[in-house]
């Protein structure tokens, strides 16, 4: 327990003291892009909705949902770590700044869908409901694990400039910390709710 203590407090100091600007900056263009994405869905209706379908045609390949259409848990939380791994890790790239890709392709789904339901007279309120209990969680854990991506890319570029003193190392495992300790618990509980809480939420209010 105590180690789990200094674990926690180390993770927060870091984020205090580095990370939360990066988490700050992420959130408000994850914010944007959905707007922007719902605004655009709304402007070019039949483009977006054919967008979505072909998404919608590459989950139901992706293995994430059964025969039945149920999601499944593992698969699920299989795709959603992996993702967060990622844009954590392409941060190691220096310069090209590709965790912002992730942030980008997920909030414009969102806003797309969005758009999708409005066009199929299906309110607003009743996507949220599908989308907000997991969400609340899974959201926070994609933000979280995109800025630690880009704050590893403006960690590594800095240092091949020669503008940082600082531990690439360091910088490294403090990040995979977080990823461990703050982010996977939310994936985790992301995926409980979208597997088990989300479909009767959707199957009540459709």
């Not at 869905?41 to 072909?54: C, H, N, R, Y």
């Not at 997991?134 to 503008?163: M, N, Q, W």
């Not at 495992?173 to 994936?187: D, E, K, N, T």
Request: charge should be neutral.
């Amino acid at each position: 327990m105590y180690k789990l203590k200094q674990i926690y407090g180390s993770t927060a100091a870091f984020y205090r003291q580095d990370l939360g600007s990066v988490v700050f900056t992420a959130g408000w263009a994850f914010a944007g892009i959905v707007v922007l994405s719902f605004i655009g869905s709304l402007l070019f209706p039949t483009q977006a909705d054919g967008i979505v379908e072909q998404f919608a045609q590459m989950l139901q390949q992706s293995g994430m949902a059964s025969d039945d259409g149920n999601v499944v848990f593992s698969a699920l939380l299989l795709n959603n770590l992996s993702a967060m791994v990622m844009a954590t890790v392409y941060g190691l790239l220096p310069f090209i700044r590709l965790p912002a890709l992730a942030l980008g392709v997920n909030g414009a789904t969102l806003g797309l869908f969005a758009g999708y339901y409005v066009h199929q007279g299906i309110p607003l309120w009743k996507y949220l409901t599908g989308i907000l209990p997991h969400g609340i969680f899974e959201i926070p854990a994609l933000i979280l694990s995109a800025a630690l991506g880009l704050y590893l890319c403006r960690t590594v570029s800095d240092a091949l400039l020669g503008k940082q003193t600082g531990s690439v190392g360091a910088a490294v495992r403090q990040c995979g910390q977080i990823l461990l300790w703050w982010a996977l618990p939310l994936i985790a509980a992301a995926a409980v709710i979208e597997t088990y809480v989300t479909p009767a939420l959707i199957q009540a209010v459709l």
